[in-house]
């Protein structure tokens, strides 16, 4: 095994596929399997805000009638 692995908190490169820890900023590499979560959840974010702005717009504009 000679993954490379790479911060989600700094982005640099650890050599160590051993490390829990981060050499460079010392966050829990762990927390990279939670990246992907927290992307669906702030896309699933961005969808309903899109939601909300086009209701917003969609009732001013009939208001405006
Ligand atoms: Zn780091």
Known sequence: MCEEHICPHCG???DDD?????LYC????ELG?????KM???THWIVVTAVV??????FTLLMMR
Do not use: D, H, Q, R
Request: proline share 0%; glycine share 12%.
């Open 26 to 29: 010392g966050e829990n590499l």
């Open 33 to 37: 399997v939670g990246t992907l979560g």
């Open 12 to 14: 640099k490169l650890i």
């Open 40 to 42: 669906k959840y702030s």
């Open 18 to 22: 051993e490390a829990l820890l981060c």
């Open 53 to 58: 702005i086009f209701t917003v717009v969609a």
